[in-house]
């Protein structure tokens, strides 16, 4: 469906890439995914709304001629973000996106457009409904049913019902860039855990530019840094103990730390890397140490929280919590006392909210195959909706080809047909 949708957005004004690539990453932007602010983002329920979620990273621009470090615009922004002129690009996708900028005229008569992240995400919004508009007109047999689409601040939103799951995509307009950025260049030139396992090649094959300002930036024209693909890559080396004690701590921070919004997995995600570069790669390893590693990474949140410092992990110069209140730490620390005074019933009552998630999905599935209700994406001959193997074949897509990018053709006049490849395989 995403493939028909990037085929017919790109059909409308020829703005997006022809062949793209996107990084489908499992999880969504509320589950701290890729590192966005969730000040914005409405609440959505696993089990109440969704079952599977998802993020897409769609590039709008693409910039991958360059073979040395990339230098951002980073005089008007905090660290960890940057403004992007199109100088940077040719004069023709200049005149395509030129009414997705804000123009900074200079004294000597020159005129500099910069790529704005909220004209970007209203753009693609507007696409996007238009889309979805002339799908509704002329249904298709199969085609998953669109229940929900919402602007969330710069990410879309779409909740499709697929056979009986129900599955969230957060679509992210991103700016996507081979190589690496030189600000994050000094961070190369340390010893890492990842060290001997995987290449740097493997590490810094690109990042990317989301929509996400500092707390004191110019929305309209900031992006955050991100090193999604590079994340994905490094996930690859760390233990599955480790991995086990993150998702338990990260399941007890998500109810825990909700209010006010200050801690996001993202930072937890941060910190567990800084840890496999602290400590001994055989005590990582280590497949008994689950219950070990859940305690020290509660530990690290809590030295984090108490000193308000959670340095960014490829520009460690950036520290993630420097613009939280005392107050506030100080509540969040607390909370945590409480976990680690008595962790076991804690991760018990996260266990129980996803137990009763799946209860809740099981039943609503119930309920579905009990009562037929056409989809309005259907020719009304079926009432039956699709079965589930599209969901799962989704699933085992991200599972199987972890950091690896899905570069698609598509023929704008002919969205039915894509051709795509993972990596190096053509399918």
Same mark, same amino acid.
Request: with cysteine; aromatic share 8%.
């Given at each position: 469906?995403?493939?028909?949708?990037? $085929?017919?957005?790109?059909?409308?004004? @020829?703005?997006?890439?022809?062949?793209?690539?996107?990084?489908?990453?499992?999880?969504?932007?509320?589950? *701290?995914?890729?590192?966005?602010?969730?000040?914005?983002?409405?609440?959505?329920? =696993? $089990? !109440?709304?969704?079952?599977?979620?998802?993020?897409?990273?769609?590039? #709008?621009?693409?910039?991958?001629?360059? &073979?040395?470090?990339?230098?951002?615009?980073?005089?008007?922004?905090?660290?960890?973000?940057?403004?992007?002129?199109?100088?940077?690009?040719?004069?023709?996708?200049?005149?395509?996106?030129?009414?997705?900028?804000?123009?900074?005229?200079?004294?000597?008569? #020159?005129? &500099?457009?910069? +790529?704005?992240?909220?004209?970007?995400?209203?753009?693609?919004?507007?696409?996007?409904?238009?889309?979805?508009?002339?799908?509704?007109?002329?249904? @298709?047999? $199969?085609?998953?049913?669109?229940?929900?689409?919402?602007? &969330?601040?710069?990410?879309?939103?779409?909740?499709?019902?697929? *056979?009986?799951?129900?599955?969230?995509?957060?679509?992210?307009?991103?700016?996507?860039?081979?190589?690496?950025?030189?600000?994050? @260049?000094?961070?190369?030139?340390?010893?890492?855990?990842?060290?001997?396992?995987?290449?740097?090649?493997?590490?810094?094959?690109?990042?990317?530019?989301?929509?996400?300002?500092?707390?004191?930036?110019?929305?309209?024209?900031?992006?955050?840094?991100?090193?999604?693909?590079?994340?994905?890559?490094?996930?690859?080396?760390?233990?599955?103990?480790?991995?086990?004690?993150? @998702?338990?701590?990260?399941?007890?921070?998500?109810?825990?730390?909700? =209010?006010?919004?200050?801690?996001?997995?993202?930072?937890?995600?941060?910190?567990?890397?800084?840890?496999?570069?602290?400590?001994?790669?055989?005590?990582?390893?280590?497949?008994?140490?689950?219950?070990?590693?859940? %305690?020290?990474?509660?530990?690290?949140?809590?030295?984090?929280?108490? &000193?308000?410092?959670?340095?960014?992990?490829?520009?460690?110069?950036?520290?993630?919590?420097?613009?939280?209140?005392?107050?506030?730490?100080?509540?969040?620390?607390?909370?945590?006392?409480?976990?680690?005074?008595?962790?076991?019933? /804690?991760? =018990?009552? #996260?266990?129980?909210?996803?137990? #009763?998630?799946?209860? %809740?999905?099981?039943?609503?599935?119930? =309920? $579905?195959? !009990?009562?037929?209700?056409?989809?309005?994406?259907?020719?009304?001959?079926?009432?039956?909706?699709?079965?589930?193997?599209?969901?799962?074949?989704?699933?085992?897509?991200?599972?199987?080809?972890?950091?690896?990018?899905?570069?698609?053709?598509?023929?704008?006049?002919?969205?039915?047909?894509? /051709? +795509?490849?993972?990596?190096?395989?053509? +399918?």
């Amino acid at each position: 469906l995403f493939l028909s949708f990037a $085929g017919m957005v790109q059909k409308l004004d @020829q703005k997006l890439p022809v062949a793209n690539e996107y990084l489908l990453l499992s999880g969504g932007v509320r589950e *701290g995914v890729v590192d966005i602010d969730l000040d914005e983002l409405n609440v959505y329920a =696993r $089990g !109440t709304d969704y079952d599977m979620d998802f993020t897409l990273l769609v590039p #709008a621009l693409k910039l991958h001629d360059r &073979n040395q470090p990339v230098t951002l615009d980073m005089r008007h922004s905090a660290l960890c973000h940057s403004w992007l002129s199109l100088r940077l690009f040719d004069e023709g996708t200049i005149s395509k996106w030129k009414d997705c900028c804000t123009i900074v005229d200079h004294i000597n008569g #020159a005129t &500099n457009y910069f +790529f704005s992240p909220t004209k970007v995400a209203d753009w693609f919004y507007d696409s996007i409904s238009i889309v979805l508009s002339e799908i509704q007109k002329k249904p @298709q047999r $199969g085609m998953p049913k669109v229940e929900k689409v919402e602007k &969330n601040g710069t990410i879309i939103s779409i909740i499709l019902g697929v *056979g009986s799951s129900r599955m969230l995509y957060d679509i992210v307009p991103v700016v996507s860039f081979k190589g690496w950025p030189a600000v994050a @260049q000094s961070w190369l030139m340390e010893n890492h855990f990842w060290d001997g396992k995987i290449t740097e090649e493997e590490v810094i094959s690109g990042f990317y530019l989301v929509p996400a300002c500092s707390y004191k930036g110019k929305k309209d024209n900031e992006w955050r840094l991100s090193f999604a693909r590079s994340e994905v890559q490094l996930k690859k080396c760390i233990s599955s103990s480790l991995m086990q004690a993150y @998702q338990a701590c990260k399941a007890i921070i998500i109810k825990l730390l909700s =209010r006010p919004k200050a801690i996001s997995p993202y930072h937890l995600r941060s910190m567990m890397l800084w840890a496999c570069d602290r400590l001994p790669a055989n005590y990582l390893a280590r497949e008994d140490y689950a219950a070990h590693f859940l %305690l020290g990474l509660i530990d690290d949140l809590q030295h984090c929280l108490v &000193n308000k410092m959670c340095p960014n992990y490829f520009i460690p110069q950036c520290n993630m919590l420097e613009h939280l209140s005392e107050e506030t730490v100080m509540l969040h620390a607390r909370k945590l006392s409480s976990v680690r005074s008595d962790p076991a019933a /804690h991760l =018990r009552t #996260a266990i129980e909210h996803v137990k #009763a998630a799946n209860r %809740l999905t099981l039943e609503l599935q119930r =309920r $579905g195959s !009990t009562t037929s209700i056409p989809s309005p994406q259907s020719d009304g001959g079926d009432t039956n909706q699709p079965d589930d193997r599209l969901a799962k074949k989704l699933q085992q897509l991200v599972t199987e080809n972890p950091g690896k990018s899905i570069s698609v053709f598509i023929n704008p006049d002919d969205v039915t047909r894509p /051709h +795509f490849r993972i990596d190096d395989k053509f +399918f």
